[in-house]
């Protein structure tokens, strides 16, 4: 079974509009890592948001927010404000307990392009 | 801020060929990840190092090899090179060790290999 799922592989917006990534993960650990990477066509990866399965707040980064919902196992990145430059790849990754040796687990990705 | 670097940029070899790629951690890190990443995909973890010493393996090929030095940098030694290990070769660091579940990765721009 996927551990994390991206449902959309590509999406479309118009500049200027607020755009939701979906995200959701299954885990049977009580403490795990949500994070957000974005790779635009230059290939780095850059790290965006970071949400804590303990954290009772949605983390925030400047246009960034993570809409955490633990009970749903969700955890969707919302972009406010969408510019040209947010046009890219975005990964949802997860890190679990000890077990699993703390790796990266990578969604699949979701390809965003912003339209002028 | 300084971010991971990695060396070099792009490496085109031939078939059979050896290729080193090298990773400078962000100051203070101490833990060292390897991925592979092919044309739309997902990262695959490779290798992580902490404190010089491996600390886990992923679907590395017995061809490649990796280690991490006294000040930190990393190097993957990949062998015998072959056309499906044309990717985009990241690094990845964080500190802490296997601080937990919360410790960012931040990644380098990549290596891209081609093997031609």
């Known amino acids: 079974a996927q551990k994390i799922t991206q449902t959309q592989p590509g999406m479309f917006v118009q500049e200027k509009e607020a755009v939701t990534l979906d995200c959701t993960y299954d885990?049977?650990?009580?403490?795990?890592?949500l994070f957000w990477y974005k790779q635009p066509s230059s290939g780095e990866m850059i790290f965006l948001i970071y949400?804590?399965?303990?954290d009772e707040q949605n983390a925030t980064e400047g246009r960034y927010s993570l809409n955490f919902q633990k009970a749903r196992k969700s955890a969707n990145l919302v972009i406010s404000a969408s510019q040209l430059g947010d046009s890219a790849m975005y990964f949802c990754?997860?890190?679990?307990?000890?077990?699993?040796?703390?790796?990266?687990?990578w969604g699949a990705g979701t390809k965003l392009i912003i339209k002028p | 801020a300084a971010g991971v670097i990695q060396s070099p940029r792009h490496l085109i070899k031939e078939k059979r060929e050896t290729a080193t790629l090298k990773c400078y951690p962000i100051?203070?890190?101490?833990?060292v990840y390897w991925y592979q990443q092919g044309p739309g995909q997902d990262p695959q973890f490779l290798i992580s190092f902490y404190e010089k010493m491996q600390s886990d393996k992923g679907s590395i090929p017995d061809r490649f090899s990796a280690q991490q030095f006294s000040d930190y940098h990393s190097e993957l030694n990949m062998s015998s090179l072959e056309l499906g290990d044309s990717a985009l070769y990241f690094c990845?660091?964080?500190?802490?060790?296997?601080?937990?579940?919360?410790?960012?990765?931040?990644f380098g721009s990549g290596t891209q290999l081609s093997v031609l």
């Open positions: 990754a997860m890190r679990e307990g000890r077990d699993s040796n703390y790796q990266l687990i």
């Open positions: 990845a660091s964080s500190r802490g060790g296997l601080g937990g579940f919360a410790e960012k990765l931040f």
């Open positions: 885990t049977s650990d009580q403490s795990y890592g």
């Open positions: 100051p203070r890190h101490d833990t």
């Open positions: 949400q804590g399965s303990y």
